[in-house]
């Protein structure tokens, strides 16, 4: 089955400076790569996602980038504010297969 | 528009108890899933189903779990005998399109807020 890395497991930035956070895919047929973001009691909430006809997709201050040769996708947030401090999941499916999760990257940023 | 609702948030029980945890996805989604979250860990997959029957429960420990969505819109997922490694925060989630035959994505997963499990 598909299995997602994602680094670093912690992320600690000032406000104001960019994030960057990484995962790896192990199925080459995986095509869908959304990103959750949880705060601390509650259910993941999706941010953006990225189809594999797809290299970069931007949202305001988030992006995320696909690289479908390497097998990797990032998420990328710029100009940080406190209330970005969560933790972040990337996922990943095939057309034939539900999601699977990373383990999570804490993400703190401090005014 | 409200959203998925779970019960109880928190729940403390000794091993070899049972437990019952009971979601109410948004109204008209198809899809519902369950969830099992680790601390520390991303979120596992536990069972799909679609409208009231069941997409895909191969990771779901049959021996002691079991869930139902009866007549398509509440589920129950149930635990009988705990283990210390039950201990998670179980997540529902639902979607409002159902998977075709031509591909399992179901668009936007709504996560509940979740129900805290603690095996003693």
């Known amino acids: 089955g598909e299995n997602v890395e994602q680094h670093p497991s912690t992320l600690s930035v000032q406000e104001g400076d960019s994030a960057v956070i990484k995962c790896t895919y192990s199925d080459s047929a995986s095509n869908y790569f959304p990103w959750y973001k949880q705060e601390l009691g509650k259910g993941p909430q999706l941010i953006i996602d990225i189809r594999s006809n797809v290299g970069e997709k931007k949202d305001q201050r988030i992006a995320v980038t696909l690289n479908k040769t390497a097998k990797h996708f990032s998420l990328h947030i710029t100009e940080t504010q406190p209330e970005d401090s969560a933790v972040y999941f990337c996922a990943a499916s095939t057309r034939d297969s539900t999601l699977t999760f990373g383990k999570g990257t804490m993400l703190l940023v401090s005014p | 528009e409200a959203g998925v609702a779970q019960s109880p948030r928190y729940k403390i029980i000794e091993k070899r108890q049972s437990v019952a945890f009971w979601c109410n996805p948004i109204?008209?989604?198809?899809?519902l899933y369950w969830y099992q979250q680790i601390l520390g860990q991303g979120p596992k997959l536990l069972i799909q189903?679609?409208?009231?029957?069941?997409?895909?429960d191969s990771q779901l420990p049959k021996d002691r779990f079991s869930a139902e969505r009866l007549k398509g819109v509440d589920s129950t997922l149930k635990i009988q005998p705990a283990k210390l490694e039950d201990s998670a925060v179980y997540l529902c989630?639902?979607?409002?399109?159902?998977?075709?035959?031509?591909?399992?994505?179901?668009?936007?997963?709504?996560f509940g807020e979740g129900s805290r499990l603690t095996v003693l």
């Open positions: 989630a639902s979607s409002l399109l159902a998977h075709s035959g031509s591909s399992r994505h179901t668009g936007e997963l709504f």
């Open positions: 189903f679609q409208n009231n029957g069941v997409v895909d």
């Open positions: 109204s008209g989604h198809a899809t």
